[in-house]
């Protein structure tokens, strides 16, 4: 069983930038598509931004320009820096992983942008 290791959010200000991480509790061998995907309040869970095994990657229209998603070389450890966050920004983001036609998805992070 994968488990996924999120952190890095918080209360931050419009305009503002935070740094999620993501890693899996244990080794897994080969490099898999990752991703971070984000629910908001009465909403449903939205892609924000995926990196394929060879670095390819993927933004949502609205996050394009101010998020970039990132890969540890060689892990399976990702990284989404946040710039010029709005409060439209504000949910619950989680990290996924793929592995054998499973999705796997960590606890989730909250991440609330206001003044």
């Known amino acids: 069983q994968v488990q996924l290791l999120e952190s890095g959010g918080g209360l931050v200000q419009p305009g503002g930038s935070l740094r999620l991480s993501c890693a899996p509790s244990?080794?897994?061998?080969?490099?898999?598509?990752m991703g971070w995907y984000r629910q908001a309040p009465g909403k449903q869970r939205e892609l924000v931004a995926t990196i394929t095994s060879d670095g390819i990657t993927n933004y949502a229209d609205s996050v394009k320009g101010r998020f970039t998603i990132s890969r540890a070389n060689g892990k399976n450890t990702i990284g989404l820096q946040m710039n010029s966050l709005k409060p439209e920004d504000t949910a619950v983001y989680y990290c996924?992983?793929?592995?054998?036609?499973?999705?796997?998805w960590g606890q989730g992070t909250q991440v609330t942008v206001s003044s």
């Open positions: 996924n992983l793929q592995l054998r036609q499973q999705n796997y």
């Open positions: 244990g080794r897994i061998f080969t490099i898999r598509p």
